[in-house]
């Protein structure tokens, strides 16, 4: 069994990717790394390399390495022929959305994380939303672009982000008549998802899958981020964002968040672990997204919740690989 990191992507989450494979390859550190870049192309790139760069949040990585494939097809049939496992440090685009993941389960080839069907589903904030609604979590009310101006009437402040990618980037907050005029030229090229922006503390609860069959909520998160937005500068940039683990939620918020976490993992048939983020409203906690490949930096929710629960990071990920081995087998 050969063991691979892959990383990097070729959507503008790459950069939190090379983030999570440097943390990633710290804990498994004879994993062979290949980066995934934006042109499609797959390299080989070395520990020294990938420890060296020091500013993955905000600057492009160079892997230095040979070519493994001019495309990830190529990258993944090469890794079927050399009997990999794949250790998905990626996030978003095509790495999240189950593209990757279909066309390792077409190879039968192990990677790590949930399917392609759970993927998608999870990966489509719309369809998401409907699906845990059936598991009974509450999620916010969905709002059509061409009532926008209504809704901001009524609700005084809303929230427009992309419907398929993730939550750190393209998030608008609508204030002002100005902010409709933005939302409705970011709908332009993509579709939108617009809710009413509900206040409240900010949460999130990891789900954890073990090889032994237990399935499980971690310890609830509460982000208090610097400036009133969790965006991508709030989560990776600006040190004076707070996320508190376990969070200073009520004992009864707590496991309402663990319930409900472990609800919407199921209701996606998501496998391995997932994140899912809530806002905790007077009603209760409220269901933004589930993230099928959480970030996994050292700065990271997911890692700060399994050492809360004391559970070790490259345990963890070495009980993934065994999980992804025993499907690809299946």
Request: proline residues 5%; aromatic residues 8%; glycine residues 8%.
């Amino acid at each position: 069994m050969r063991i691979t990191i892959l990383f990097g992507g070729t959507n503008k989450e790459r950069l939190v990717s090379v983030a999570s494979a440097q943390a990633v390859a710290e804990a498994l550190p004879k994993a062979e790394l290949w980066f995934w870049a934006a042109d499609d192309s797959v390299h080989e790139t070395q520990a020294k390399t990938l420890s060296g760069h020091t500013r993955p949040f905000e600057q492009e990585f160079v892997p230095g390495g040979s070519t493994v494939g001019a495309t990830i097809e190529q990258a993944l049939d090469r890794a079927k022929a050399d009997g990999r496992v794949l250790v998905l440090g990626l996030h978003g685009g095509r790495a999240e959305n189950g593209e990757l993941q279909a066309m390792c389960e077409m190879r039968k080839l192990a990677f790590t994380g949930s399917g392609s069907a759970s993927s998608h589903l999870a990966f489509d904030k719309v369809a998401a939303k409907r699906f845990v609604a059936l598991a009974g979590v509450k999620a916010p009310a969905e709002i059509a672009l061409e009532e926008i101006e209504a809704a901001f009437a009524h609700y005084g402040q809303l929230v427009a982000k992309p419907a398929r990618d993730g939550s750190s980037y393209g998030l608008i907050f609508v204030n002002s008549k100005q902010d409709i005029a933005a939302v409705r030229n970011a709908a332009a090229s993509e579709e939108y998802l617009i809710e009413p922006c509900i206040a409240g503390v900010e949460a999130t609860c990891g789900v954890l899958e073990q090889s032994d069959g237990s399935v499980f909520s971690l310890p609830p998160i509460e982000i208090v981020p610097a400036d009133g937005g969790f965006d991508y500068t709030a989560k990776y940039l600006l040190k004076s964002t707070q996320e508190i683990c376990p969070g200073r939620f009520s004992p009864e918020i707590s496991a309402s968040l663990m319930e409900l976490a472990l609800l919407a993992h199921r209701a996606l048939s998501c496998t391995g672990y997932s994140r899912t983020d809530f806002i905790i409203s007077p009603e209760g906690p409220i269901f933004l997204e589930t993230n099928t490949l959480p970030g996994l930096t050292k700065a990271s929710l997911y890692p700060k919740a399994l050492k809360a629960r004391g559970i070790d990071f490259a345990d963890f990920l070495r009980d993934q690989i065994v999980i992804a081995e025993r499907r690809a087998q299946g």
